[in-house]
T-cell receptor, first 111, second 113 residues
Framework: DVKVTQSSRYLVKRTGEKVFLECVQD?????MFWYRQDPGLGLRLIYF???????EKGDIPEGYSVSREKKERFSLILESASTNQTSMYLC??????????FGPGTRLTVT | EDQVTQSPEALRLQEGESSSLNCSYT??????LFWYRQDPGKGPEFLFT???AGEEKEKERLKATLTKKESFLHITAPKPEDSATYLC??????????????FGSGTQLTVLP
């Protein structure tokens, strides 16, 4: 079974803080993704990575950066958290077939 | 640009009352159509991949079918534990990058005992 884990289920941060969300997959997948999910807006792609140290912007990259130093680990960084970044953050990974496997999500609240 | 539209937005069924969820899609060339189940506060759980028109997949009370324009998720004799949001997504040949999925907004299913 594919397993994708995320570092925290719930996180509360203050405006202006630097926030790190970490994702780890155990299936040697090349592709990893970060999404945010908001009511009424659905799943929106922030960034994805198709190899170590390689990344591409998704649909809403502003205010975020990513890091992929090892194949199994993909980090999402909020450089200076803002209240409009309060959301559910979902990590996913994908191997040679097209379906993506998701982690449990991190509910981030920025106050 | 790939597009996915799911209907209805919400569906309430009595236990045992079979029904179908719809996913209409527009893609330049379909690599795959995916169904996911999402429980509140959790990540989506992968259910099925369909690759070509006429294909069908089954899992317990769920059956997914695919035509050239839409997919249906049929739920036979549902139980309360089938209550969840069901998401549909497509991978198109030219969807920005070969690695991106386009998701629909989901159908929230509630099965009443």
């Amino acid at each position: 079974d594919v397993k994708v884990t995320q570092s925290s289920r719930y996180l509360v941060k203050r405006t202006g803080e630097k926030v790190f969300l970490e994702c780890v997959q155990d299936m040697d997948h090349e592709n990893m993704f970060w999404y945010r999910q908001d009511p009424g807006l659905g799943l929106r792609l922030i960034y994805f990575s198709y190899d170590v140290k390689m990344k591409e912007k998704g649909d809403i990259p502003e205010g975020y950066s990513v890091s992929r130093e090892k194949k199994e680990r993909f980090s999402l960084i909020l450089e200076s958290a803002s209240t409009n970044q309060t959301s559910m953050y979902l990590c996913a990974s994908r191997g040679t077939v097209y379906e993506q496997y998701f982690g449990p999500g991190t509910r981030l609240t920025v106050t | 640009e790939d597009q996915v539209t799911q209907s209805p937005e919400a569906l309430r069924l009595q236990e045992g009352e079979s029904s179908s969820l719809n996913c209409s899609y527009t893609v330049s060339g379909l690599r795959g159509l995916f169904w996911y189940r999402q429980d509140p506060g959790k990540g989506p759980e992968f259910l099925f991949t369909l690759y070509s028109a006429g294909e069908e997949k089954e899992k317990e009370r769920l059956k997914a079918t695919l035509t050239k324009k839409e997919s249906f998720l049929h739920i036979t004799a549902p139980k309360p534990e089938d209550s969840a949001t069901y998401l549909c997504a497509v991978q198109g040949i030219s969807s920005g990058s070969a690695r991106q999925l386009t998701f629909g907004s989901g159908t929230q299913l509630t099965v009443l005992p």
